[in-house]
């Protein structure tokens, strides 16, 4: 049973930064890839981040480019989010995703999402 525990969120004011984790478990982790999505209050859940199964390749979102950046260890099974200069737009449960890959993931096909954890941005 493959388990993606998300932690990290909290509150913080506009510009300032925090890292999410997500730890997964249940298979085999270096053989997929991974992913950060987002959901703000009545808006749909939207694609942030995904990086390959080595690390080698990443996509962004428009939206965060330049302000967040994935990373993964692969010793370790997690992947994390290091998100700085934060926006009160940047406000959303953030979703840890797993998937085959990137190009996938971009396109909202996760094959196993974690619970989310909230991130809360003031002005």
């Known amino acids: 049973q493959v388990q993606l525990l998300e932690s990290g969120g909290g509150l913080v004011q506009s510009g300032g930064s925090l890292r999410l ?25 939207e694609f942030v981040v995904a990086i390959s199964r080595s690390g080698g390749v990443t996509s962004y979102a428009d939206s965060v480019k ?3 950046t994935i990373s993964r260890d692969n010793t370790k099974d997690t992947v994390y989010l290091q998100m700085d ?22 396109a909202g096909r996760s ?10 941005v003031s002005s």
């Open 21 to 45: 984790s997500c730890e997964a478990s249940g298979r085999t982790f270096s053989v997929y890839a991974m992913g950060w999505f987002r959901q703000a209050p009545g808006k749909d859940r």
């Open 66 to 68: 330049g302000r967040f």
């Open 85 to 106: 200069n934060l926006k009160p737009e940047d406000t959303a449960v953030y979703y840890c995703a797993q998937g085959t890959t990137t190009t996938n993931l971009r």
């Open 111 to 120: 094959d196993y999402w974690g619970q989310g954890t909230q991130v809360t």
